[in-house]
């Protein structure tokens, strides 16, 4: 897939870093990757999320960083971009090899280079270091340009390459096999998984959205993912069984439904299967 700086900085490639704030009824951007590296924000939303060949759900108050050419889309959920609200982030981009280059004249950059072979995977801020990281992707925000904005990407800089408060979200090695003529037809597939796993998908429906027969359509799909269009849907699901379940309204019965599971064995079994442990003790563990 040809990376698309069009859509960072609405036609131009960055120089060494740029930062960019969206507000909007909902996020709709298409599966993409950059060379860039994408620290992102989420001020205000809620959805699906895919990094590599990790899916999940996000919310509000959710900071990420994504090394080069990682895949990734952020998509509203429906009751999100169906209410009044608008969706909202901050994002910061930077050019790796510029950075290191720009770097090197000053000090050593081998924990900068470090940093950005892990990010590769895509990275999951979490505690005070989240809290730092937003606070000062903010105030760049809102600085157009100059000395000071170059302060605080080296504060930030300084904030990612000391800390670890945060987690991995691809698999360790992953790796993409996306091609340029891959965009449209996978952002559809994802986007139509998106908006129709609470009830039941065919392999044909997806099929026919990729004008394919079912048997390359599979072929594809797994070449592509590195997952059966089974498991990318149901890890869609359990994604989502996994928020339900933290909101801690629902019985595990409902959340099964609710998910698009016809059989509570089923949901249990696929559940283990993806997250290691049953609904009811993923419950109890996040409870404590």
Known sequence: MKPVFTKILEGSEIATFATKEVCQPSFSTEFHFHRACQMTYIVQSEGKRIIGDSIDSYSTDELTFLGPDLPH?????????????????????????LMVEVLGHLFKTHKIEAFLTASKRGLLFQGETKEQLKRKLEQM?????????????LEIIELLITTDEYKCLSSPGYTHNYSSMDNDKIDRIFKFVFNNF????????????ANMSKHSFCRYFKSRTQKTFVQF??????????RLIAENKLQITNIAFACGFNCLSNFNKIFRSIKGLTPSMYRAQIQT
């Open 73 to 97: 889309v952020w998509h509203n959920d429906r009751s999100d971009r169906d209410s009044v609200q608008v969706s909202r982030s901050m994002a910061l981009y930077i050019e790796p090899k």
């Open 141 to 153: 925000i809102h600085i157009d340009y100059g000395i000071q904005k170059t302060i605080l990407l």
């Open 233 to 242: 849907v149901n890890e869609v699901r359990i994604s989502e069984s996994c």
């Open 198 to 209: 609470t009830k039941e998908i065919s392999l044909g429906e997806a099929a026919t959205l």
